[in-house]
């Protein structure tokens, strides 16, 4: 039950700030209860993802509120980059192979397992 728990918190993260489908307010409770390599991994995906698409400054807007909410944040986000499941997924995968859904399944089993 915690796995799937798990990647649902993590694709309402993911999604909240893609999609616009959360607040700040919501996202950040969210974000304050993740594992900080998820999270990372998380911002990294929509970092690159959104890097070279010219209409997508709402994304990237949002990610940056949420990062701005509170600074343990980028404390967290920081903790989490030197996760080894992190320099795992960097060394083996490319964050633009991987939809949302593939992307979080991956990355929870990972941390998970």
Do not use: C
Not at 35 to 43: G, K, R, S, V
Not at 84 to 94: A, G, K, L, N, R
């Amino acid at each position: 039950m915690a796995f799937e728990h798990q990647k649902a918190a993590a694709l309402r993260i993911l999604e909240g700030i893609e999609e616009g489908t959360m607040s700040t307010a919501d996202s950040y409770a969210l974000v304050e209860d993740a594992d900080p390599a998820l999270l990372y991994l998380i911002f990294t995906w929509i970092r690159k993802r959104y890097a070279d698409i010219p209409n997508a400054d709402a994304v990237r807007a949002r990610l940056v509120a949420v990062m701005e909410k509170d600074p343990s944040i980028p404390r967290k986000l920081k903790e989490g980059q030197a996760d080894p499941v992190v320099e795992w997924f960097e060394e083996e995968y490319s964050y633009r192979d991987y939809g949302s859904h593939d992307f979080i399944d991956l990355i929870v089993e990972k941390l998970e397992g």
